[in-house]
């Protein structure tokens, strides 16, 4: 019995590139980067989302820490007055998500609306 | 530290999301297909992926082309199998590698059109663009360029209205002339006729030759004896020897008598119509005699104007010379003389021709002076009116303003003697008989003119000022309250006197400079001002 249920223990899904093999598994990663952080994390969600449906190994989102570009200014356009200064911000948000799958699957996964402002980037190595 | 990464970058294909262009074939608006992926990194990796669709190829074949055309010769090494295993296995999207050195067509196509040997050589790869960028000359196409066009040495002219008269053999040389001048200066474009062209090419000489074999035996003797009798004919007939074949000529020429010949051309050259005048030419006469005038009076100007010159001259001479010089010793002596250190002249033909010209320069002189006393002298007067009016700003103007500055140009006041009798009223109703002067210019406060409330508080508080002054009580003995009322009544007092000072003194700054002024300059320097 043992050895039965060792035989049939449960196998573990298999990865598409060992059972496809014509298409070969590649490490993708797809770096999301935007400033608007409500716009990056809905697009983060759904390719996620959508790497969970078709069962592909996903690792992510992972978040980077926010680039703040700062510019401070004077206000005055004239050297009189009050010193006061405009503290000018903008904030870079990188999310990373890897994958383990076929460039096939990660071009339909891609193939999501993606919202405005946010810069998709995938790079794709061999496993 | 020792964390593996997931990726190497350098090993790694990286691809961009773009939006897709809307005039790409590709494009549609399904979300998967409104976006591209486009490769970014340079690295020698290549992936058999769908990522790049259209630059898939690119990307491969460039590398492929790299290898095939620079190293196709080259040994096979055993760095091929690892070449291999990158290189693309199959091609699934079914892009284009085209075969080894073959060029596609449409290059070919341009190739051959700009003239280069189709062999396969990419020779666009050598052509520059035209640019104004380039150092040194510079291209502008010019739009007007018609390259087939005459070439610039060659004119034709529109002859087609030339009306060529008949003439029994066209021996005048100038009926030449004649035609040329009937025709019209109109540049003609494609006039030359490649077969007119070629008549007209004398690369062969043809016309030159003479065809030696006809003359006779002896033409030369012949020629001769032509030439004695009329020279002119002889000379025409060389010349058309270059035109006309010269046994035509010969023969014309022994067949024409001279006679009549000769009045052939004159009748030729009187032949010539006269050029018919045209309203311009009527406007030019008619513009030249104003402008010039006739010749006469042009010449009789210059004369006036040159006798005058010398009449000066004269004049001149005589007023530097000493007065001494002037005396005559009992001879008279021309100015010319006088000029001339009383040489004579050498002959008599000069004398009189000095004679002849200094009576001339009087004659036009007084003509000159004569045609002045002619003109109409204008003299222009200025109105009278005017000028003796008088207007403020021409009095003002002609002031100094050291005696009437600007500033103090002011319209008279009424209102200063209105105040003035006002406060004298008030003054003299007041009850003191006694005129304080008060402040530091020691003015009769009471009397300048100030508003009447002021100086009726005044006279009050002058007058109230006792009643207390009285009822104060001797040391040590006031209460508390009375201590303090009589303080603020002492405060009070001070604050009226502090604003009375500062009315007065604002009103009257101006007076008081005058009066330390005149004080400055009028009083003993010893009493001190301010």
Redesign the interface.
């Known amino acids: 019995m043992a050895s039965a249920t060792a035989t049939y223990a449960p196998m573990k899904p298999t990865k598409a590139g060992f059972e496809e093999t014509h298409e070969?598994i590649?490490?993708i990663?797809i770096t999301l980067t935007s400033k608007n952080v409500k716009n990056l994390e809905k697009v983060c969600k759904d390719l996620i989302q959508g790497a969970k449906t078709r069962e592909i190994k996903v690792?992510g989102p992972a978040r980077m820490p926010t680039k703040v570009l700062r510019i401070t200014t004077r206000k005055a356009p004239c050297g009189e007055g009050t010193n006061t200064y405009d503290r000018f911000e903008l904030r870079i948000h990188k999310r990373l998500i890897?994958l383990y799958s076929t460039?096939?699957v990660?071009?339909?996964v891609?193939?999501?609306?993606?919202e405005p402002g946010v810069?998709?980037?995938?790079?794709?190595?061999?496993v | 530290m020792g964390k593996k990464k997931f990726i190497d970058k350098k090993k790694a294909a990286t691809f961009q999301l773009f939006a897709r262009d809307s005039s790409d074939p590709n494009y549609s608006n399904a979300p998967g297909s409104d976006k591209v992926f486009v490769r970014v990194d340079n690295n020698p990796v290549s992936f058999n992926t769908v990522f790049d669709e259209e630059n898939h190829y690119y990307g491969d074949t460039q590398y492929n082309d790299e290898e095939d055309s620079r190293f196709a010769d080259a040994p096979d090494d055993d760095g091929e199998t690892d070449d291999e295993y990158n290189r693309v296995s199959g091609n699934p999207s079914g892009a284009a590698i085209y075969e080894k050195g073959a060029l596609p067509e449409n290059v070919r196509r341009e190739i051959l059109e700009l003239g280069f040997p189709d062999d396969g050589y990419n020779y666009l790869n050598h052509l520059r663009e035209i640019r104004n960028t380039g150092g040194g000359s510079a291209f502008y196409p010019n739009p007007k360029f018609k390259p087939d066009q005459l070439p610039h040495d060659v004119k034709a002219y529109d002859a087609s209205r030339v009306h060529i008269s008949e003439s029994k053999g066209d021996y005048n040389e100038k009926s030449i002339y004649n035609v040329a001048s009937k025709t019209v200066n109109a540049r003609m474009q494609k006039v030359v006729d490649p077969e007119v062209a070629v008549l007209l090419d004398d690369s062969d000489l043809s016309r030159f030759g003479s065809d030696v074999e006809d003359l006779e035996e002896d033409f030369v003797v012949r020629a001769n004896t032509a030439e004695a009798e009329d020279d002119e004919n002889d000379k025409n007939n060389k010349k058309l020897n270059l035109v006309e074949e010269p046994e035509v000529s010969n023969k014309g020429v022994k067949d024409v008598s001279d006679q009549e010949f000769a009045r052939e051309l004159k009748n030729h050259v009187v032949d010539e119509k006269p050029r018919l005048r045209r309203l311009l030419d009527e406007q030019f006469d008619i513009l030249q005699l104003l402008e010039y005038g006739s010749d006469d009076d042009q010449y009789e100007g210059y004369m006036v104007e040159e006798e005058e010159f010398l009449a000066d001259k004269l004049k001149n001479v005589l007023n530097e010379n000493d007065m001494d010089e002037l005396e005559h010793d009992d001879k008279y002596r021309a100015p010319a003389d006088v000029l001339h250190g009383s040489e004579r002249p050498k002959s008599k033909e000069l004398q009189d021709s000095a004679a002849d010209v200094l009576r001339r320069c009087a004659e036009y002189a007084e003509k000159y002076e004569n045609e002045c006393e002619d003109e109409k002298v204008v003299i222009v007067e200025e109105s009278s009116d005017e000028s003796e009016k008088f207007d403020c700003e021409s009095i003002i103007s002609t002031y100094s303003t050291l005696d009437n500055h600007p500033g103090k140009i002011e319209a008279p006041e009424v209102a200063r003697k209105k105040k003035l009798a006002e406060t004298v009223s008030g003054a003299l109703s007041a009850k003191n008989k006694v005129i304080s002067l008060r402040g530091k210019e020691k003015l009769p406060v009471d009397f300048l003119p100030n508003s009447r409330k002021t100086t009726t508080e005044k006279v009050k508080s002058a007058g109230s000022c006792k009643p207390e002054q009285l009822n104060r009580k001797p040391h040590g003995q006031e209460t508390k309250e009375e201590k303090k009322e009589r303080k603020v009544a002492v405060k009070a007092e001070r604050r009226e006197a502090r604003m009375m000072k500062k009315a007065m003194k604002e009103l009257y700054c101006s007076e008081t400079q005058q009066a330390l002024k005149v004080a400055a300059i009028a009083g003993p320097s010893s009493i001190r001002l301010m």
């Open positions: 070969q590649h490490k990663r690792k890897d460039a096939e990660v071009k339909q891609t193939s999501i609306t993606v810069h998709v980037e995938v790079t794709i190595a061999d």
